[in-house]
């Protein structure tokens, strides 16, 4: 039997960390190795937002690429593209945008608390309110049958799925519907304890150097409750252990444990330990990173192989809807 196909897209809007490394990565990874995988930066969606501010925009696309090339995701196993390469996104996009109704659109949950929460931006623009019109063109294009994502992005799932519906419906059977696989959240938190995100100044990145990551570790918020180095600790409620649990061993993890609890290991002590299993941890990313780094040619070079990929299947796909169209 066929693989299923599999696609999901990032926006280029910042530099990637530790969460997106446990989040979407390390499903990302997992799925390449079953999947027939299509993942791509999705720099036009980066405009709904960013309009205004386009200059770093194509800077974060290629570093989200080589990161996606340091943490493993491999051109061998996968399509990695770029959507504002492929043109053909934009003429399906635009289409869907004749058939899609516009209360769809308007009672789309991250549409509004969008617009509610970034209040210092002007979104009232036609392509924000579209952002899932072209979601839904990334998605059919490849025929996708499954699209792992953030409960975040569910709701644009649910609209592809939707779409496609009405676009089979009108012009006959052409898209599979997609199903969304919805990635767990990762557990790691940001320094600060909240939800690790780069619009809260409190991420790890991929690409902090030895000494921001150090300095970072240094200025985590640990247990709460234990003001004093001589007050007793719980690991449970403490974040730095949680990194322990990730990038320390066992052994560690049962060290640090009973010492917290009897205050015979202090918070510095145990943050430098973290910190240095952590960068151990990482390695081998920041290696392949510092290469690719080196290397922009390389880079440029798996870009567009992979959009060569992507774009075969696109014609192909376009050819049948102009067809089912008559247009
Ligand atoms: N909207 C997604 C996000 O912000 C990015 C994206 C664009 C996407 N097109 C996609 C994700 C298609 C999955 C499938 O995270
Ligand atoms: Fe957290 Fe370690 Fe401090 Fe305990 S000793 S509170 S685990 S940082």
Excluded at 159 to 182: C, Q
Excluded at 192 to 220: C, G, H, P, T, W
Excluded at 251 to 261: L, M, N
Aim: proline residues 6%; aromatic residues 8%.
């Amino acid at each position: 039997m066929a693989k299923k196909r599999i696609l999901s897209g990032m926006r280029p809007t910042g530099p990637l960390h530790l969460g997106n490394l446990h989040g979407a990565l390390a499903n990302w990874k997992k799925m390449q190795e079953d999947y027939e995988c299509f993942f791509f930066i999705a720099d036009w969606h980066a405009l709904t937002s960013d309009y205004d501010m386009t200059a770093p925009i194509q800077g974060y696309a290629t570093d989200i690429f080589i990161d996606w090339l340091s943490v493993g995701l491999s051109p061998d196993k996968c399509t990695l593209f770029v959507q504002s390469h492929i043109k053909e996104h934009a003429e399906l996009s635009l289409l869907l945008s004749m058939i899609t109704p516009l209360p769809w659109l308007e009672r789309n949950p991250t549409y509004k608390e969008q617009i509610a929460e970034l209040k210092d931006k002007d979104l009232s623009t036609f392509g924000f309110l579209g952002y899932p019109v072209l979601q839904a063109a990334d998605i059919i294009m490849y025929k996708a049958n499954g699209v792992p994502v953030g409960i975040d992005q569910a709701p644009h799932v649910e609209l592809t799925r939707e779409i496609a519906r009405r676009f089979n419906y009108l012009y006959g059977n052409i898209f599979p519907i997609p199903e969304t696989i919805l990635t767990e959240t990762s557990k790691i938190l940001g320094i600060d304890r909240r939800k690790m995100s780069k619009s809260y100044n409190n991420a790890i990145f991929l690409s902090d150097s030895l000494e921001e990551i150090r300095n970072k570790v240094s200025q985590m918020i640990t247990d709460p409750q234990r003001a004093r180095r001589t007050d007793p600790g719980n690991p449970e409620v403490c974040n730095v252990f949680s990194f322990h649990h990730l990038y320390s061993g066992q052994q560690t993890v049962q060290h640090v444990d009973p010492e917290c609890r009897k205050a015979q290991i202090g918070c510095v002590e145990c943050k430098e330990m973290m910190a240095e299993n952590l960068i151990r941890a990482l390695e081998p990313l920041h290696e392949k990173r510092a290469y690719y780094k080196a290397h922009p040619d390389t880079v440029r070079a798996i870009i567009e192989d992979g959009d060569e990929r992507a774009r075969t299947v696109a014609r192909k796909t376009m050819e049948e809807v102009r067809e089912a169209i008559k247009i």
